[in-house]
């Protein structure tokens, strides 16, 4: 059985920071990437970082210079360090993991930024 557990969402005020986590279970993941997706209400979810296993990153430009992903390969784990973020940061934020074969999704943590 596959997983992806996350942890490390919540609510803070905008200037405020936030790491997320998320370690895989059930398979050796680190020849593969892993990302972070977010899902705002009413908007389609959409790819906030990635991490490959050479350890190269891509970003979506809202996240450049705040936000910071990486991995612990010996723990099968991805973070997303969040700095000043902003109210339009809120939502789900989803861990993601696409192999040859399959597409694997965490079940999702909420980030709400709000004074």
């Known amino acids: 059985q596959v997983t992806l557990v996350e942890s490390g969402g919540g609510s803070v005020q905008p200037g405020g920071s936030l790491t997320l986590s998320c370690t895989a279970s059930?398979?050796?993941?680190?020849?593969?990437?892993m990302g972070w997706y977010r899902q705002a209400p009413g908007s389609q979810r959409e790819l906030v970082a990635r991490?490959?296993?050479?350890?190269?990153?891509t970003y979506t430009n809202s996240a450049k210079g705040r936000f910071t992903i990486s991995r612990d390969s010996a723990r099968n784990t991805v973070y997303l360090q969040m700095n000043s973020l902003k109210p339009e940061d809120t939502a789900v934020y989803y861990c993601?993991?696409?192999?040859?074969?399959?597409?694997?999704w965490g079940q999702g943590t909420q980030v709400t930024v709000s004074s």
């Open positions: 991490i490959f296993s050479s350890g190269a990153t």
């Open positions: 059930g398979r050796f993941f680190n020849s593969y990437a």
């Open positions: 993601n993991v696409p192999t040859p074969t399959d597409n694997y």
